[in-house]
C-alpha cells in the first residue's frame, strides 16, 4: 500500500497475508472501536459494491500469466521505496538484494514485466517507512479504521505518506501524470483485491465478528512483516 494507493482493499487485503489466527492476544489497541465499526462497515459495502465485483471480472477477462505481468510491474515501481526504507533501518544486506531486484527486473525483465530476479534466486521482500518508525521505536498507536482505506494506525498512517515522498515517480513531471498515478493507483488496488478474492471469502466466511477478525489479523501482519518474519520473543514466559 505505496505511493497514491488510498482505497479500502489495499488495507483490508494486506491484512491476510501471513496470519493464521483470528484470535488478537495482545489487546485490541482499539479506543475509537465505534466509529471505527461504523467505517468498516461503510468500506465493506463499497468492496462488495464495487471492488469485489471489479476484482472478479479482471480475473475473468485477464489471462494469468498478463494479471502477473501487470502484478510484477506494480512491484518493480514499489521497491525504490523499500530500497530507501531498507537503508534507514540500517538493513545493508537486504538493501542490496532491493537494488539488484530493481536493476535486474528493470533491465532483463522488460521494465519489471517478468520477474528474472526470483529466478535468479535474488530474495524478494517490501518496507515501509511504517515499519521503518516502528524499528526506530515508535509504537503504534490506536487502531484506526480510515474511510476508503481500512485498516491503520497514526504510525502506518504517516508512514504511507512519508512514502510517497521516496517515490521517484512523484518527483517527475509530464503531460498526463495524473491519470497515469491515477492509474497505476487503481490497478494496484485492483491486483490486491483480485489476489485476496479467496482468502477475503474465506475470512468472511468463517468469521463471527469480521471486524474483529480484521483487526487482529491486520495487527498480526504488520508485527510480523516489522519483525522481517523473525519469531516474536517479546512476551515470552520468565522461566
Not at 6 to 35: F, K, M
Not at 224 to 235: L, W
Request: aromatic residues 10%; negative net charge.
Amino acid at each position: 500500500m505505496k505511493g497514491y494507493v488510498a482505497v479500502l482493499i489495499a488495507g483490508l487485503a494486506l491484512s491476510l497475508g501471513g496470519c493464521a489466527s483470528t484470535q488478537d492476544t495482545s489487546g485490541a489497541n482499539d479506543p475509537y472501536e465505534s466509529t471505527n465499526r461504523k467505517i468498516f462497515d461503510m468500506n465493506m459495502k463499497l468492496d462488495r459494491a464495487v471492488m469485489k465485483p471489479v476484482a472478479k471480472a479482471y480475473v475473468k477477462v485477464v489471462p494469468e500469466p498478463m494479471r502477473d505481468g501487470v502484478h510484477n510491474f506494480l512491484y518493480n515501481l514499489d521497491l525504490p521505496v523499500t530500497f530507501a526504507n531498507d537503508i534507514l533501518q540500517g538493513e545493508f544486506e537486504r538493501s542490496g538484494e532491493t537494488f539488484a531486484r530493481l536493476t535486474v527486473n528493470t533491465t532483463l525483465g522488460l521494465g519489471g514485466l517478468m520477474d528474472v530476479a526470483t529466478k535468479m534466486n535474488i530474495p524478494n521482500h517490501t518496507e515501509d517507512f511504517g515499519q521503518t518508525l516502528a524499528v526506530w521505536g515508535s509504537g503504534e498507536g490506536p487502531y484506526i479504521v480510515w474511510p476508503f482505506y481500512g485498516p491503520s494506525n497514526p504510525r502506518d498512517t504517516a508512514g504511507a505518506i512519508v512514502d510517497i515522498g521516496f517515490d521517484p515517480l512523484t518527483y517527475v513531471s509530464w503531460r498526463s501524470k495524473f491519470w497515469y498515478m491515477a492509474g497505476r493507483g487503481a490497478l494496484n488496488v485492483i491486483d490486491l483485491r483480485a489476489r485476496n478474492l479467496d482468502q477475503l471469502d474465506s475470512i468472511e466466511r468463517s468469521s463471527l465478528d469480521l471486524y474483529a477478525s480484521i483487526r487482529s489479523l491486520y495487527r498480526q501482519n504488520r508485527n510480523n512483516e516489522i519483525r522481517n518474519g523473525a519469531p516474536d520473543v517479546s512476551n515470552l514466559p520468565n522461566l
